[in-house]
T-cell receptor, first 114, second 113 residues
Framework: DQQVKQNSPSLSVQEGRISILNCDYT??????FLWYKKYPAEGPTFLIS?????DKNEDGRFTVFLNKSAKHLSLHIVPSQPGDSAVYFC?????????????FGRGTSLIVHP | KAGVTQTPRYLIKTRGQQVTLSCSPI?????VSWYQQTPGQGLQFLFE???????NKGNFPGRFSGRQFSNSRSEMNVSTLELGDSALYLC????????????FGEGSRLTVL
């Protein structure tokens, strides 16, 4: 039973355009959401996060939007660059034993064409 | 500051064998988590250690175990290896107990033949 779903395994975008990566979750206990980026042969690296008390968080070209009523979040990358080509993982977490344990989606492979 | 270091990076085992993977967290990080990544399955949580105690455990069989030492270094062990255990095993560390940001190592790629 997937609690965090990334329904698009891949996404192809032209350089300079917007990339929108989507993520849905089912567990209403989740209160902290993160996006990680992963290049081949490397570990995932943290990209951006958002708390459930907010509906938007922005960091440079990256913006995450959270719609709690729809249990949906999205990552917008504007403008997209070829170096953004990677696998993007959405993750959601809640307080469990005093520690947030992120539950990850299966990832979306983003390809940005020059 | 050095990042999270995992050893070995690659290894090949046969069914029935056991394997031990090692992880050195970022200096000062007391929490270490382990994840398994397989094609199409994303990152699945194995367990988390904090101050030498297993604080959380994922839904994996008892063949998967781990421990953490007083210097925060961690090891995970998989016994009686199965073909389905072939995966990238990722270790992640973080500073405190509440932050959600994990710092990952490059992973140990295990192939079971």
């Amino acid at each position: 039973d997937q609690q965090v779903k990334q329904n698009s395994p891949s996404l192809s975008v032209q350089e300079g355009r917007i990339s929108i990566l989507n993520c849905d979750y089912t567990n209403s206990m989740f209160d902290y959401f993160l996006w990680y980026k992963k290049y081949p042969a490397e570990g995932p690296t943290f990209l951006i996060s958002i708390s459930s008390i907010k509906d938007k968080n922005e960091d440079g070209r990256f913006t995450v939007f959270l719609n709690k009523s729809a249990k949906h979040l999205s990552l917008h990358i504007v403008p997209s660059q070829p170096g953004d080509s990677a696998v993007y993982f959405c993750a959601a977490s809640w307080t469990s034993g005093g520690s947030y344990i992120p539950t990850f989606g299966r990832g979306t492979s983003l390809i940005v064409h020059p | 500051k050095a990042g999270v270091t995992q050893t070995p990076r690659y290894l090949i085992k046969t069914r029935g064998q056991q394997v031990t993977l090692s992880c050195s967290p970022i200096s000062g990080h007391r929490s270490v988590s382990w994840y398994q990544q397989t094609p199409g399955q994303g990152l699945q949580f194995l367990f988390e250690y904090f101050s030498e105690t297993q604080r959380n455990k994922g839904n994996f069989p008892g063949r998967f175990s781990g421990r953490q030492f007083s210097n925060s270094r961690s090891e995970m062990n998989v016994s009686t290896l199965e073909l389905g255990d072939s995966a990238l095993y990722l270790c992640a560390s973080r500073e405190g107990t509440v932050t959600g940001e994990l710092f990952f190592g490059e992973g140990s790629r295990l192939t079971v033949l």
